[in-house]
């Protein structure tokens, strides 16, 4: 079998985690396996070469700030080879721009365009285990760029597609992907088989153990993923295109987002074209926004608009809006940066009645106040204060009797 393991910050957080990980490889080459290794940056280092740069500067320039992060999975790509050398697997290692991992030139976003595996099928068919540095790759103009936190996932499902290979796994540092965070709810229950489309969302709705566009490149490509935990021997969770939980599970799961701010723009000319020019001009600076609410005011000329984005692209937005608020003729712009996001995710509650109400119930019942609401066919989202997340986290999770379905492994 034709296999990418993917290996996260904790798995390979010491010498000692990359020897163990090492051994792990090889047993898996030692069964027959051909092997691609991607791995992380060790431990917290990239937070580190973060606050680095934090020390030098309030504002270091994207490209330069990818220079800076790239260097940590430089670091474990060497480290991972040496390891394997030393129990007698033939490995190289590989950069992102060596695997030839082209990307957008969006500097600290940057989207895999393609992946030229010919020198990965080299190493390969030498018998050499490719170890490939994630979350990098390499602009048309020759910068080197990452892929946002987190990235290294993605960087793995890019190189399972390009290589064709059967299976991709992703080892972390829990046993796969929960009802929620473990960490936050000890009560959560692993779930062994949970579709793309769920997945994505809980990605992309602040569940951190996938990268979320990993998910959507393992759906475009049909790359089978699976997530595991490199510390325990345990069957993991299969993320894949259509499962028996589909029709069992209304909320398959709950993620929550911290990164999150909320702006509104007050009295807002109601005219055609206005909503363009708000987000037209913060998408020309690639700046993402999510829940959009849009209110009706007693006075027809005007209304009311308010939005959530990422509390790292705030000031940049506001910056923007205050320039775009003038120019339509509203009357100014509000902020919170002390919100968070909590949605619900499953691929059965689109047509049953109550879900949406035992959320929000849930939800009085701790005295949270609901900001704003999102849905989708498959999620609701609410924007609450960030001091309450994790209170509000517990009591969905309750809500939804999450901690009695699933699976337990040791
Ligand atoms: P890695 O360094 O291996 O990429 P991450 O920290 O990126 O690991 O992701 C793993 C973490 O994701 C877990 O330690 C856990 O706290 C968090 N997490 C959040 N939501 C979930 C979930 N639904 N299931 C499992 N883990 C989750
Ligand atoms: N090292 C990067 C990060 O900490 C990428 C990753 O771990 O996936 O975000
Ligand atoms: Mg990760």
């Known amino acids: 079998m034709l296999v990418v393991k993917k290996f ?5 957080g010491s010498p000692e985690r ?29 937070d580190h070469l973060v606050s680095l740069a934090g020390q030098i500067t309030n504002n270091p320039s ?39 991992i082209k990307t957008t030139c969006v500097h600290e976003k940057a989207r895999v365009l393609s992946i030229d595996p010919k020198l990965l099928l080299n190493a390969l068919d030498e018998g050499k285990v490719p170890v490939i540095a994630g979350f990098q790759g390499v602009a048309e103009d020759n910068s080197i760029t990452t892929l946002g936190r987190g990235g290294s996932d993605t960087t793995a499902v890019a190189v399972a597609a390009a290589i064709k ?29 949970v579709t793309y489309d769920e997945m994505m969302e809980l990605a992309l709705l602040g569940a951190k153990v996938l990268h979320p566009r990993s998910v959507e490149l393992a759906k475009h490509y ?32 709950i993620a929550f987002d911290e990164d999150v701010a909320k702006v509104g723009i007050i009295k807002v000319p109601d005219r055609p074209g206005i909503a363009y020019k ?4 913060l ?11 849009q209110s009706i005011s007693p006075d027809t000329n005007f209304t009311e608009m308010a939005f959530t984005l990422s ?43 109550g879900v949406a109400a035992t959320m929000f119930k849930a939800l009085a019942d701790v005295n949270i106040n609901l900001q704003m609401v999102s849905t989708s066919e498959i999620k609701i989202s609410c924007i609450i204060a960030r001091e309450d997340v994790k209170k509000a986290v517990k009591a969905v999770h309750d809500a939804f009797n999450l901690d009695k379905e699933g699976f337990s492994c040791g």
């Not at 996260?8 to 390979?12: C, E, L, Q, R």
């Not at 790509?77 to 060596?98: C, K």
């Open 8 to 12: 996260g910050g904790t798995s390979v």
């Open 18 to 46: 990359v020897k163990h990980v090492a051994n792990l490889i090889k047993r898996s080459v030692q069964s027959g396996n051909k092997v691609v290794v991607v791995v992380s940056a060790m431990g917290d280092s990239t």
């Open 62 to 100: 994207p490209r330069e700030m990818d220079v800076l992060l790239s260097t940590g999975e430089q670091v474990s790509i060497a480290l991972m080879v040496m390891a394997l050398n030393e129990i007698g697997i033939d490995a190289i290692s590989f950069t992102g721009w060596q695997a030839n």
């Open 165 to 193: 290979a059967d299976l991709c796994e992703i080892y972390t540092d829990v046993k796969g992907v929960f009802t929620t965070d473990p960490r936050v709810v000890k009560e959560a229950r692993q779930i062994m088989t």
């Open 222 to 253: 049909g790359v089978v993923l699976k997530v595991l935990s490199s510390f325990d021997d345990c069957p993991g969770t299969e993320v894949r295109e259509v499962t028996d939980m589909e029709n069992r599970n209304v909320v398959t799961g």
């Open 278 to 281: 708000i987000f037209g001009s």
């Open 283 to 293: 998408a020309e600076e690639n700046i993402n926004v999510d829940v959009i609410v």
């Open 311 to 353: 509390l790292k692209d705030l000031h940049k937005a506001l910056k923007i809006l205050e320039v775009v608020s003038k120019e339509i003729g509203a009357q100014g712009v509000v902020y919170d940066d002390k919100v968070a996001k909590v949605s619900i995710v499953g691929a059965g509650m689109g047509d049953r009645p």
